[in-house]
């Protein structure tokens, strides 16, 4: 009786991974602020979930990072306080911004934002920024910069 009860549990969690793609296993939602320095790196799942916001903190995006966004979502650097994104690709490894679609359209999520409290010294170097914007606003946005 133990034995099968063991089988059980087995069989249910063999299950419920199987069902998950590996994809979704992998996934970090990144969401809400970004208060302490963080670096996003290559080889990561990384999905934008709403309005994030990089304030009192550097984020440093690794050369060959892809960034997911949901529908809607953006990025904003330096809205509340102080803060840098050093985005520098290279030629052989871009960053890529781009839609958690599968099938997405241009204006799939708003875009990324650098504020008044973005600091100078703030780089894109060999970055590409795919299926953002709104009616109001552009993939890339400086306001008070």
């Known amino acids: 009786m133990k034995l099968s009860g063991i089988f059980t549990t087995a069989a249910i969690f063999a299950a419920l991974l199987t069902s998950c793609t590996e994809d979704e296993l992998d996934q970090i939602i990144i969401e809400g602020s970004i208060t302490t320095n963080t670096t996003w790196e290559a080889g990561k799942n990384l999905i934008i979930r709403g309005d994030v916001y990089i304030d009192n ?34 030629v052989d490894k871009p960053i890529i911004f781009t839609s958690a679609l599968d099938n997405p359209i241009g204006g799939a999520w708003k875009g990324i934002f ?19 914007g709104t009616n109001d606003y552009g993939s890339l946005n400086i306001d008070g910069t």
């Open 57 to 90: 903190a550097a984020l440093t995006i690794q050369p060959g990072t892809t960034i997911r966004f949901e529908n809607g979502a953006s990025l904003s650097i330096g809205y509340y306080n102080a803060a840098s994104i050093i985005a520098n690709g290279t």
């Open 114 to 132: 650098l504020y008044s409290n973005n600091s100078a010294n703030s780089s894109f170097k060999y970055c590409q920024v795919k299926y953002a």
